[in-house]
C-alpha cells in the first residue's frame, strides 16, 4: 500500500525489515534483503531478530504488536522448508495440523485448536477459512495447490469473526503471493531429487514499463514426480502417488504514485495425478475369506490388511485431474490522509475428475456372486468410485479504512459471496454375506451421488481502535453474517432443501504496551459456522455452530532482541458442534450430519526464537489443546434412540499436541557466499479418524499414532557468478524414513477399514539464479 495513508503506528511499523517468521523460522539477511550487486561483498547477518509486518487486522502493523496468536512464515522459509502446497502447512504453527483426504490429494484437511472438518463433500463448510490475497477459497476440497511465489503466510489461530467471518471459528491462513518489483528481474529455479522428482520455475519481473506506471511479474512451474508405492502393472510415472504439475501465475501492477492503486492477477494451475496410495488395514474374518479365494476362481491375489506401509500394491489406476483458475482485482484510493477505500474481488473456478478411486490397493479380484442374477463367478471389488466436481465462487470486498486524531483508527467493511457446485460421484462394491448351503457369497451394488448445491453470504463489519494512553488501548468490533443455501439432489434421492441463517459475531481486546519490547492483551470473541446440509445425509439439514473464546497473550523480545518469546492461554466454549459422522453399509458410503452437542477446548501455545550469537539461529513452537465434550447427543444406528456419547466422542483428525524445533547456522564468506546448515523437527501426537468409536468397529486399529518428522537442508547462497546470483542446496524431507499415517477410514457394515500414509524419505538438490 502506497500513498499518504499511514497513521504513526503503521508508519513505524512499515520501516520495520519484513519476511522473518513469528513462528520461529529464523533466516539470513541474504533471504530478507534483496541479493546484492555483483561486485558487492557478501551480505552482514544481524546481530539481533528483525522486525515483522503483517496485515491480519486489514492494515499493515508490527506483528509484536498485534494482538492476535498469529503467525509468519517468510518466503525464505516456505523455501527452507519446501512449502509446495497448502498440505505442507503441517506443524509449521502452534496447534496447527493440515493433510490431504484418503481419496484425492486435493482435498486438505486442516485444524487449528482442534478445530476443522475433513468431510470433502462440497456441501460442508470449514470452520478454517484460507484466503489467497484477502480472496476467501470457498472449499477446502480444491484447495491444495501450487503455491507459486509467495511471500509470506499468516496463520491466525482462534475465531476471526469481525475482519474475516465467513466460518472462521477455528481460525484463518492467509497467504499472501509477492507483488511486482520496480526494476527488471528473472529468477530460474530447477530442481531433481528422488523417485524423479524434476522441477523448474520461472519467475520474470518487468519492472515499471516506462512512465505508464505499471508493472508485471509473471511466474510459470512445472513439477513432476513418480508414485512412491510401486504397481506392477504400471509405468512408473503412473504408480501412487505420481503426479505432473502445470501452475501459472500473472499479475499487473498500477501505481503512479498518486491516490489510486491496482492489482490484478491471474492464476492457472492443472494436476494431473494417480490418487496417493490408500491399503487396507482391517477386515472382517468373513470379507477376508471371501476375497481370499480370489486366485482360486481366476482372479488376481487378494493383498490382505495390515498395519504396516506398503511398498507394493495393485489398485485400479486412479488418474485424477484438478484445475484451478482464479482472478482477483484489488483496488484502492486513497480519499484523504488518514482514509483508504480498498476492493477486492476475486473469481474462481475449480474443476476436478476422478476416474476410479480404488482406496484397498487391490484390483483384478474375483469371486462367486449370487446378484445381480445370473449367479457366478463375476469381477469384484473392495470398494471404488468414480467422481466428477465442480465449483465456481465469486467473491466482492470493500474495506474502509482510516483514523480520527491521533487516537482512533477503524475498519469498515461489506461483504459478498455466491458459489455453485456439482458432485456425480457413483460407488461400487461388493457386499459380503453368507447364505445357507452355499457359503461366502458376494451381493455386487451400485449407488450414486449426485446433487447442485447454491451458497450465498452477505456480511457487514466494522472494527475501532481506541487508544486511551500511548500504552493502553482497546480494540472492539461487530459483523453481522446472513448466509442462504440451497440443496437440488436427484441421487440417491430425489429432494430440494433452502434454508438460511444469521448471527451477530463480536470481539473486544484491552492492548497494553508495557515497554518497546513488551505487549500484554486480553481478548474475548466469537465465531460462527453457516448451518447447511450433508447430501450424503438421510436428514434435512443442520443449524450453525458457534464458538466463544477466551485468551490472553504476551509478545516479549528479550535481551537486546537477540530472544523473541510469544505466548498465548485460551479457553474455547464450542455449542451446537456439527458432526459428519462417516458411516457405509448396503447402501454405500454415506454419513450423518446434525449439531451434535457442546465442548470446551481450552490450551497453551508457545513460540520461542533466539540468536544467541552471530551466525545461529534456533526456534521452538508448542500447542497444547485439552478438547472435552460436554455434551454430544447423536442417533444410535442400532436402536435408533437418541444417546449421550460425550464420555467417548472425539474430536476426529485433532492432535492434542504439536511442537515443532529448528536450528540454523550461517557461516559469512564461502566461496563469496553465505554457507549454511539447517534442521527442523515437527511432532503431532495421537489421532484418531471417528467421532463416536462406538459406531465404528475399527476405530482403534486405524488411529494414527505420534510421530515425529526431520527435514533438513545445507544452502550455499549469494554466490556471484558474473552479474547473477546463484544458490544452491541440498534437502531431505523425513530423513528418518518414519512410517507415519495421514487419514483413515472406517467402512463399518462393508466390513473393511483403511489408512493412507505418509510419504517415505525424499531428497534433492535445487539451483536457483537471479539476475
Given amino acids: 500500500m502506497s500513498g499518504p495513508f499511514r497513521h504513526r503506528s503503521v508508519r513505524a511499523a512499515c520501516l520495520a525489515t519484513v519476511l522473518l517468521p513469528a513462528a520461529a523460522y529464523a533466516q539470513t539477511a541474504a533471504d530478507t534483503v534483496p541479493p546484492p550487486p555483483a561486485a558487492a561483498a557478501p551480505p552482514t547477518e544481524p546481530a539481533g531478530l528483525a522486525d515483522i509486518v503483517v496485515t491480519a487486522q486489514r492494515r499493515s502493523e508490527a506483528l509484536q504488536r498485534t494482538p492476535l496468536a498469529i503467525t509468519a512464515i517468510t518466503a525464505a522459509t516456505i523455501e527452507t522448508r519446501r ?24 482435498h486438505l484437511v486442516v485444524f487449528i485448536r482442534g478445530i476443522g472438518e475433513s468431510e470433502p463433500i462440497l456441501t460442508a463448510d470449514s470452520p478454517v477459512s484460507i484466503y489467497v490475497d484477502g480472496v476467501i477459497l470457498g472449499r477446502t476440497t480444491g484447495s491444495v495447490f501450487e503455491l507459486v511465489d509467495l511471500e509470506r503466510i499468516e496463520v491466525l489461530r482462534g475465531p ?39 522441477q523448474g520455475r520461472i519467475s520474470v519481473d518487468t519492472g515499471l514499463l516506462g512512465e505508464s506506471g505499471l508493472k508485471a511479474k509473471l511466474s510459470y512451474i512445472h513439477r513432476e514426480r513418480q508414485g512412491w508405492v510401486d504397481d506392477p502393472a504400471s ?82 489406476r486412479s488418474p485424477v485431474r484438478d484445475r484451478n483458475i482464479g482472478h482477483s482485482f484489488t483496488a484502492e484510493v486513497d480519499l484523504g490522509p488518514d482514509t483508504l477505500l480498498r476492493s477486492i474481488s476475486g473469481w474462481k473456478t475449480w474443476k476436478n475428475r476422478i476416474v476410479n478411486t480404488d482406496l484397498t490397493g487391490n484390483s483384478g479380484l474375483r469371486g462367486l456372486v449370487v446378484s445381480p442374477a445370473p449367479p457366478g463367478i463375476k469381477p469384484v471389488e473392495v470398494f471404488g468410485a468414480t467422481n466428477t466436481r465442480r465449483q465456481r465462487q465469486f467473491s466482492q470486498e470493500l474495506n474502509l479504512i482510516g483514523g480520527i486524531g491521533e487516537r482512533i483508527d477503524y475498519v469498515l467493511g461489506g461483504y459478498y459471496f455466491r458459489e455453485k457446485a456439482y458432485e456425480l460421484n457413483p460407488q461400487f462394491y461388493t457386499f459380503v454375506t453368507s447364505i445357507p448351503g452355499l457359503g461366502l457369497a458376494g451381493i455386487n451394488l451400485t449407488n450414486t451421488l449426485d446433487y447442485n448445491h447454491t451458497s450465498k453470504s452477505y456480511a457487514a463489519f466494522g472494527q475501532v481502535t481506541y487508544r486511551l494512553t500511548d500504552s493502553l488501548s482497546v480494540i472492539g468490533g461487530l459483523r453481522y453474517t446472513k448466509d442462504e443455501k440451497k440443496l437440488v439432489q436427484t441421487q440417491p434421492s430425489v429432494r430440494t432443501l433452502k434454508n438460511d441463517w444469521s448471527r451477530v ?80 453399509g448396503s447402501g454405500g458410503a454415506s454419513s450423518i450430519a446434525v449439531n451434535a452437542g457442546s465442548a470446551t477446548l481450552k490450551g497453551v501455545e508457545l513460540e520461542v526464537e533466539a540468536a544467541p550469537v ?110 547473477t546470483t546463484a544458490t544452491f542446496s541440498l534437502w531431505g524431507k523425513n530423513l528418518t524414513n518414519k512410517l507415519y499415517r495421514t487419514s483413515g477410514t472406517d467402512f463399518g457394515a462393508l466390513g473393511f477399514a483403511i489408512n493412507s500414509y505418509g510419504e517415505p524419505r525424499t531428497y534433492g538438490v535445487d539451483a536457483r539464479i537471479r539476475f
Avoid: C
Fill in 160 to 198: 476471526q469473526g469481525t475482519l474475516y467471518g465467513r466460518n472462521t471459528t477455528g481460525g484463518a491462513i492467509n497467504l499472501i503471493t509477492k507483488k511486482p518489483t520496480d526494476a527488471f528481474g528473472v529468477e530460474l529455479l530447477g530442481s531433481y531429487g528422488n523417485l524423479n522428482y524434476t
Fill in 235 to 316: 509405468p512408473d510415472d503412473k504408480d501412487p502417488g505420481a503426479y505432473n504439475i502445470d501452475a501459472f501465475r500473472g499479475v499487473l501492477a498500477f501505481d503512479r504514485g498518486g491516490a489510486v492503486r491496482a492489482t490484478y492477477a491471474y492464476d492457472h494451475a492443472v494436476n494431473d495425478a494417480i490418487i496417493p496410495p490408500s491399503q487396507l488395514t482391517a477386515m472382517t474374518p468373513n470379507a477376508q475369506a471371501y476375497f481370499s479365494r480370489s486366485p482360486s476362481v481366476g482372479g488376481t491375489p487378494f493383498i490382505a490388511p495390515t498395519s504396516e506401509r506398503l511398498k507394493v500394491l495393485r489398485p485400479d
Fill in 505 to 584: 459475531n463480536y470481539s473486544a481486546t484491552l492492548q497494553y504496551q508495557a515497554s518497546p519490547d513488551l505487549m500484554v492483551y486480553g481478548r474475548v470473541a466469537s465465531g460462527y459456522k453457516a448451518g447447511g446440509f450433508n447430501a450424503r445425509s438421510v436428514n434435512d439439514g443442520y443449524e450453525p455452530e458457534s464458538l466463544t473464546a477466551y485468551e490472553i497473550g504476551v509478545k516479549s523480545q528479550l535481551l537486546d532482541r537477540r530472544l523473541r518469546v510469544n505466548a498465548a492461554l485460551f479457553w474455547n466454549d464450542l455449542k451446537d458442534k456439527q458432526l459428519n459422522q462417516f458411516l457405509a
Fill in 83 to 106: 512449502i509446495t502446497d497448502a498440505t505442507d502447512l503441517n506443524g509449521v504453527a502452534p496447534s496447527l495440523t493440515s493433510t490431504s483426504g484418503p481419496s484425492n490429494k486435493g
Fill in 614 to 723: 552471530d551466525g545461529l539461529r534456533l526456534s521452538g513452537a508448542l500447542g497444547y489443546v485439552d478438547r472435552d465434550f460436554k455434551s454430544f447427543i447423536v442417533r444410535d444406528p442400532a436402536t435408533n434412540a437418541l444417546i449421550d456419547v460425550a464420555d467417548q466422542a472425539r474430536f476426529s483428525y485433532s492432535a492434542g499436541t504439536t511442537y515443532n524445533l529448528g536450528a540454523e547456522y550461517s557461516v559469512q564468506d564461502v566461496a563469496g557466499g553465505i554457507l549454511s546448515a539447517r534442521l527442523d523437527y515437527s511432532y503431532r501426537s495421537k489421532v484418531y479418524f471417528n467421532v463416536v468409536p462406538q459406531f465404528v468397529p475399527f476405530d482403534a486399529l486405524i488411529a494414527a499414532p505420534g510421530f515425529g518428522l526431520l527435514d533438513g537442508r545445507i544452502q550455499l547462497g549469494g554466490v556471484d557468478l558474473g552479474g
